[in-house]
């Protein structure tokens, strides 16, 4: 079956502009995860989602950071007045459920420029 | 504070050479430790998974074990496919993983 699905795959913006970010989950997971990975770091958690619920934002690393979840699938990451430093690979993960024993499904990431 | 070190960052086999990558965690109530893998412009790939320290899962070429402090990535005489960045992840009190650095490894043929 189709895996976790991300779109773009490459975004290029200018520094102040808002971007967002999409991923679809696999089919049925109701948990969603969106982490970052800089060049150098390792990936970072950002926010995740049970159902349209985000119970942890705490990796969010600035009130420019937004995420939202609709219909329990679709999630949708978005920057407000892009800097430099928000230039990293976002990658969205999701797995069947949440606690214990369930194991996170990445895609492909959206690489995000910012000029 | 939940953290992850991998070590060596980097490791160059040749084909046939067998060894092993390290992950010493340290975290609040381990609920279990994750093994993926990346390969370059891809998102991670899911390995291994490992709950109870004793515990071991075989892949192919690939074995990971676990103990209270840290978990081995042993590879058994690599093939050049086996090239690729190795992630190391925990889970503890909260649903997020926590993730090493990554050690980048390279089989030579």
Do not use: M
Not at chain 1, 14 to 41: F, M, N
Request: charged fraction near 20%.
């Amino acid at each position: 079956g189709a895996g976790v699905s991300q779109s773009p795959s490459n975004k290029v913006t200018e520094k102040g502009k808002d971007v967002e970010l999409r991923c679809d989950p696999i089919s049925g997971h109701t948990a969603l995860y969106w982490y970052r990975q800089s060049l150098g770091q390792g990936l970072e958690f950002l926010i995740y989602f049970q159902g349209n619920s985000a119970p942890d934002k705490s990796g969010l690393p600035s009130d420019r950071f937004s995420a939202e979840r609709t219909g329990g699938s679709v999630s949708t990451l978005t920057i407000q007045r892009t800097q430099q430093e928000d230039s990293a690979v976002y990658l969205c993960a999701s797995s069947l459920a949440w606690g214990v024993k369930n194991i996170q499904y990445f895609g492909a990431g959206t690489r995000l420029s910012v000029l | 504070e939940d953290q992850v070190t991998q070590s060596p960052e980097a490791l160059r086999l040749q084909e046939g050479e067998s060894s092993s990558l390290n992950c010493s965690y340290t975290v609040s109530g381990l609920r279990g430790l994750f093994w993926y893998r990346q390969d370059p412009g891809k998102g991670p790939e899911f390995l291994f998974t490992l709950y109870s320290a004793g515990e071991e899962k075989e892949k192919e070429r690939l074995k990971a074990t676990l103990t209270k402090k840290e978990s081995f990535l042993h590879i058994t005489a690599p093939k050049p496919e086996d090239s690729a960045t190795y992630l190391c992840a925990v889970q503890g009190g909260s649903e997020k993983l926590v993730f090493g650095k990554g050690t980048k490894l390279t089989v030579n043929p």
